[in-house]
């Protein structure tokens, strides 16, 4: 009886053996394979479908991209895949930029044969930076008066035309050039990143900027205001020399990685594509006033006679602001803005309304536009006498 009951036990023993072994030789494929042998991310980030992912079509095909801007400048092997470019630039350097024809055959045949207008700027790529971009500039031309953030390297440029550049916007230039013919704009960044640092971090980390470029087509004025296409690139801007030590520093840092930390990050490219991006919504940016033109010498652009640094003149005669009422559409509020010598701070109230202008505290102001500005536009949204700062430079 004993042992016709060992049976049972001897078959459920067997088939518990069979459970476990088919289970360990699951995991031992696990084990083999790792962890996120499945993970789809990584897959991805193979380098066969690295190759292929460029050579799929965009997400609208239908769209037209004009235009392509290469600045020939290496890029920073220390990016991971997934992430922006990072270039790194000399202060003071000539960069060539290259304005190539990107379109087929047919493709806007309204500016064959025609100018179109570029407008390059080099702006903040930081959110927090952007939104004082006036204050910063302005702490940037006290401390370097009759420099500019921005030059054309007019002698080494081919194929720009009508170069421009206004003395109140350091950072912005201007010039018309044809598609059709071999165009070259060589600029030169004369801030460095760690000048918009705070002293707290050391200057061990600078800012990064953005080089943007905007370009648009005549209307049926004859003026340069129809958008065609803007794209732009991150850059990091160093002390004569500096970019070079970083890039080799960034390439030594990546040969002692291990093989597999290397596919997380972006080989070096020896040119620097501009992406495609939104147009920068500085109004007055494209409007086709006239601006002062460049002369023949390296440091092309014109300065003031001086040192350039502000003149305040006696308090101008006192003007009451309009009020702003609280049922004002932003279009309505921007003017507003205009009317009473507000325009720096237009594009950071782009989308404020007349009761979103109205809501803000003393201090939401002071803090967005600075001391002086910030109290002028408190006193003006409650309707209290402006008076406006005016600065010559002599």
């Avoid at 890029?75 to 790194?88: F, G, I, N, R």
């Avoid at 401390?143 to 007019?154: K, M, S, T, W």
């Avoid at 972006?266 to 002062?292: A, G, K, M, R």
């Avoid at 989308?351 to 003006?380: H, M, W, Y």
């Amino acid at each position: 009886m004993a042992w016709a009951l060992k049976l049972p036990l001897t078959d459920e023993v067997i088939e518990s053996g069979l459970v476990q072994d088919f289970d360990a030789s699951l995991s031992g494929i696990g084990q083999e394979l790792g962890a996120g042998a499945y993970s789809m991310s990584d897959v991805l980030a193979l380098p066969i479908f690295k190759q292929e992912e460029s050579i799929l079509p965009p997400d609208n095909e239908n769209k037209i991209l004009p235009f392509q801007y290469v600045l020939c400048a290496a890029t920073s092997p220390a990016v991971k895949l997934h992430d922006e470019t990072l270039t790194y630039l000399n202060q003071g350097q000539s960069y060539e930029i290259r304005m190539l024809d990107n379109r087929k055959i047919g493709e806007l045949p309204e500016i064959t044969d025609k100018m179109v207008k570029s407008i390059l700027r080099v702006v903040f790529h930081d959110r927090r930076l952007q939104y004082t971009e006036h204050q910063q500039l302005e702490g940037w031309r006290w401390n370097r008066p009759g420099d500019r953030i921005l030059d054309l390297d007019i002698p080494m440029s081919v194929g720009i035309i009508d170069p421009r550049a206004n003395p109140t916007q350091l950072n912005t230039v201007e010039f018309l050039w044809d598609p059709s013919k071999r165009t070259s704009v060589f600029i030169q960044v004369h801030c460095i990143s760690t000048e918009f640092t705070m002293r707290k971090h050391g200057g061990e980390k600078g800012v990064p900027f953005r080089i943007q470029i905007d370009t648009f087509k005549e209307n049926e004025n004859e003026e340069y205001t129809e958008h065609l296409h803007s794209a732009s690139c991150q850059v990091k801007v160093f002390k004569p020399k500096g970019a070079d030590r970083k890039q080799k520093t960034d390439r030594e840092k990546m040969e002692k990685r291990a093989p597999q930390e290397k596919e997380k990050y972006q080989p070096s490219y020896e040119t620097t594509i501009l992406t495609e991006c939104c147009p920068w919504p500085e109004v007055s940016y494209v409007s086709n006033s006239p601006s002062p033109g460049f002369n023949t010498s390296h440091n092309s652009f014109p300065v003031a006679e001086g040192n350039g640094s502000p003149t305040h003149l006696p308090e101008p005669v006192v003007q009451v602001a309009d009020n702003l009422l609280p049922t004002a559409t932003p279009q309505d509020a921007q003017q507003w803005l205009l009317r009473n010598r507000f325009s720096p701070f237009c594009r950071l109230f782009t989308n404020f309304s007349g009761a979103d202008l109205l809501k803000l505290t003393r201090e939401d102001v002071i803090q967005i536009c600075g001391p002086a500005d910030g109290i002028r536009l408190f006193n003006a949204l409650k309707g209290r006498v402006v008076r406006p700062r005016l600065t010559v430079y002599v």
